[in-house]
């Protein structure tokens, strides 16, 4: 009896021997063993991705993704120099404008455009992107410039758009704008700070 009671008293002692604290006596050995764990996960993921995408960061602590890569297939410009008016309550062409010609129908074109304009007294002038006459920015346009009451106002704007045109064959893009009235005269100023305009194909 006094055995068992004595054996009954080392077990747990023989138990714990073989558990955690028998593993912490080799820590040099845990701790590889946790670096080839991370190194196989690391290599799993880096083997995730398809063809031609890229590894993107998603912040600090945070696991990056894969995504697609983006290629710029090429750039094309427009300025505009001198200043232009219209008092159609329409929208109508500036005279700014871009032609790109897409390299594939799966591509995107990044239009971005930036210049100034005047909005005459107690009016507003609004701008917009068209492709072709295609209005892209709807019947208020993308962008305005408002006066300040009964005091015209002269103003920068810029734009950016992302369209896909889904062809192949020469794209226009052209700035538009119109009088809020339909009857004040309203102004894109390019005389003393040209208007821009940039298309960049994407892929």
């Not at 063809?51 to 427009?78: D, E, H, K, R």
């Not at 993308?142 to 015209?152: E, I, R």
């Not at 192949?168 to 821009?196: C, H, K, M, W």
């Amino acid at each position: 009896m006094k055995k068992l009671l004595y054996l009954l008293v080392l077990l747990p002692s023989i138990l714990l021997a073989e558990g955690p604290l028998f593993r912490h006596k080799e820590p040099e050995k845990q701790q590889e063993f946790e670096n080839v764990y991370k190194d196989l996960r690391w290599t799993s993921f880096l083997k995730s991705n398809t063809s031609g995408q890229m590894l993107i960061g998603q912040g600090s602590g945070v696991t990056p993704v894969w995504q697609s890569q983006v290629n710029i297939m090429q750039i094309a410009t427009g300025t505009l120099t001198t200043d232009t008016s219209t008092t159609n309550g329409t929208f109508t062409a500036s005279g700014l404008t871009v032609s790109i010609t897409p390299t594939s129908t799966s591509s995107k074109i990044l239009i971005l455009c930036s210049g100034s304009a005047n909005s005459g007294a107690s009016n507003t002038v609004r701008v917009t992107l068209a492709r072709g006459t295609t209005n892209l920015g709807g019947s208020l346009g993308f962008q305005s410039v408002q006066s300040a009451g009964a005091t015209a106002m002269r103003n920068t704007f810029s734009m950016v758009y992302l369209d896909s045109p889904l062809t192949t064959s020469a794209t226009s893009y052209n700035l538009y704008f119109l009088s809020g009235d339909a009857a004040t005269t309203v102004e894109i100023l390019a005389t003393n700070r040209p208007v821009q305009i940039v298309a960049v194909e994407i892929k």
